[in-house]
T-cell receptor, first 116, second 112 residues
Framework: AQSVSQHNHHVILSEAASLELGCNYS??????LFWYVQYPGQHLQLLLK??????LVKGIKGFEAEFIKSKFSFNLRKPSVQWSDTAEYFC??????????????FGKGTLLTVNP | DTEVTQTPKHLVMGMTNKKSLKCEQH?????MYWYKQKAKKPPELMFV???????INESVPSRFSPECPNSSLLNLHLHALQPEDSALYLC???????????FGPGTRLLVL
């Protein structure tokens, strides 16, 4: 079974600081990788995804992530955060889970607090 | 349009009540999911329907009963729940199992 590890439980930054959130997964086969964001009081929204091709993927609101296969990592980055980026960020891995079934497994999440 | 709708938004029920949660999507997705999310925790998969057939049950207690009447609708029937079942229940859908899942806003359930 796959597992996802997010390195930081809570990150506090000031506006304009750079952001990098770590994510590592364990699974030996093909995976699709995602970052979801959950703003306070709102539902889960897709930030970006990686299926194949260029390992550097760009998402909404200036976020990007890099897939490094050899490190089983999919870290999220943003050069300059804003107060509105305050939210919970979840890394997720979608992989085969027996037969023809697939399962999306989430990391425990990282709460990002951006101070104005 | 990547919208998944869920009703009701909030639900309060007693331990002897029977209630149902409803989820709907009109994106032509053939896989639909129920997740449970406790406060400050990630979503936990409960059930997966693929082509209207139950394909994954993550050992969920029988007091939760899913139903997929057609390819656009997903229900979760609740009966004799416990206070620890209080949580945000999320529905999601995707074209196929490995594709992007789109989440609804959730139903916030309180069991008294």
């Amino acid at each position: 079974a796959q597992s996802v590890s997010q390195h930081n439980h809570h990150v506090i930054l000031s506006e304009a600081a750079s952001l990098e959130l770590g994510c590592n997964y364990s699974y030996g086969g093909t995976v699709n990788l995602f970052w979801y964001v959950q703003y306070p009081g709102q539902h889960l929204q897709l930030l970006l995804k990686y299926f194949s091709g260029d390992p550097l993927v760009k998402g909404i609101k200036g976020f990007e992530a890099e897939f490094i296969k050899s490190k089983f990592s999919f870290n999220l980055r943003k050069p300059s955060v804003q107060w509105s980026d305050t939210a919970e960020y979840f890394c997720a891995v979608n992989a085969r889970s027996g037969g023809s079934n697939y399962k999306l497994t989430f990391g425990k999440g990282t709460l990002l607090t951006v101070n104005p | 349009d990547t919208e998944v709708t869920q009703t009701p938004k909030h639900l309060v029920m007693g331990m002897t009540n029977k209630k149902s949660l409803k989820c709907e999507q009109h994106m032509g997705h053939r896989a639909m999911y129920w997740y449970k999310q406790k406060a400050k925790k990630p979503p936990e998969l409960m059930f997966v329907y693929s082509y209207e057939k139950l394909s994954i049950n993550e050992s969920v207690p029988s007091r939760f009963s899913p139903e997929c009447p057609n390819s656009s609708l997903l229900n979760l029937h609740l009966h004799a729940l416990q206070p620890e079942d209080s949580a945000l229940y999320l529905c999601a859908s995707s074209f196929l199992g490995l594709e992007t899942q789109y989440f609804g806003p959730g139903t916030r359930l309180l069991v008294l």
